[in-house]
């Protein structure tokens, strides 16, 4: 039994005791590590996340006096009560903006979505980097769409919880965690174009192959919302203006030292630029290499990926370059940072034999640092959002 389908009752009996009734169902969606491809996701380039066996629980039942009432299991507080017809954008005001959001996306696409009852238990890390937020949005989506008989595709859950997190919270965060959530299978991860949205499952069987990804999570709290993430964004789209391309993923890797030096004058731009386009690169390597049956191969484009995004992209730290360091000097086939930086964690490709040496490496240097702990577990492919029976 899965450890979701162990968490549903338990939510299932939060529910009861937070409305006095039963809910209706019980939907999960995942939290995710990204394999390779980071901030290319809103520079229509490619990206190949993966989802983790933790998930975020959504117990359900709808209303019909168009009331919204919200509550976690990990927020401090009571029942958050809202009215739907009165949901406005609300940047950045807490946990419940998010779930708000997403019933505000709904209805202003048009969708049939009433009030609903929504209690939410999680094991996705929060500001760890692996999408908590993306979990919570496709998990009220999934939860929605099946209370009101939308049968909405994953792809639409997808888009509408970005949506959400875009317009309604003021995240600018691109199309990749909340596809994520709703469309990785377990075994795979998912090669994702993020310009027309094809994707593709690609086999990911690391213990079949002797291997293991493990999270360390540095236990750094980031914010993605706090302008450092939305400067990136703004310098991304800046340097695609000065190219005269419609976004970084049309620049020829051919043809990257030509447009880095039209940015000559702007050196952080151009430093942006050289890691979307590199980081692209990287993205197709690794689904070669995994279409080869060369998952080993994969490694020093993982170690490639972090120094560009600690040299170019400027969005490491140092817990998370003494994890990624640390963990390929004791012999790691490659390590990197996930997610949007600023904190959060790393990821570490090891031959399962050395799995714990490795791990105990780098809380060793954590400890000698005087940093706090690391989380570290494995990360195993696992489904995307459904509903627990």
Partial sequence: MTQTAHGAPRTAVAFGEAYGAEPEGVWAAPGRVNLIG?????????????????????????????????HSGGADGGVVELRIDELRPAPQ????????????AMREEGLPVGGADLHYDSTVPTGAGLSSSAALEVATVLALSDLYGLDLPPQDQARLAQRAENAFVGVPCGIMD???????TEGHALFLDTRDLTRRQVPFDLAGEGLRLMVVDTRVKHE???????????????????????????????????????L???????????HIVTEN??????VACLDAGRTRAIGPLLTAGHAS???????????????????????????????????????????????????AAVTEAFAAAGHTAPRIFEAVPSAGARRIE
């Fill in 38 to 70: 980071e901030h290319t996701d809103y520079n229509d380039g490619f990206v190949m996340p993966l989802a983790l066996p933790h998930t975020t629980l959504a117990a359900a039942s709808p209303r019909t006096d168009g009331v919204l009432r919200l």
């Fill in 93 to 104: 005001a807490g946990w419940a903006a998010y779930p708000a959001g997403v019933v505000w």
């Fill in 178 to 184: 909340q596809t994520a959530a709703a469309c990785c």
């Fill in 224 to 262: 993605l919302g706090d302008g450092a993430y939305a400067e990136r964004r703004a310098g991304c789209e800046r340097g695609a203006r000065a190219l005269g391309v419609r976004a970084l993923r049309d620049v020829p890797r051919g043809q990257l030292p030509e447009a880095l030096a039209k």
């Fill in 264 to 274: 000559a004058d702007e050196p952080t731009v151009q430093a942006l630029v050289r």
């Fill in 281 to 286: 690169q990287r993205v197709e390597a690794v």
């Fill in 309 to 359: 995004l600690r040299d170019d992209f400027k969005i490491s730290c140092r817990e998370l370059d003494l994890a990624v360091d640390t963990a390929n000097a004791a012999g790691a086939l490659g390590a990197r940072m996930t997610g949007g930086g600023f904190g959060g964690s790393a990821i570490v490709l090891v031959e399962e034999a050395a799995a714990a040496a490795v791990g």
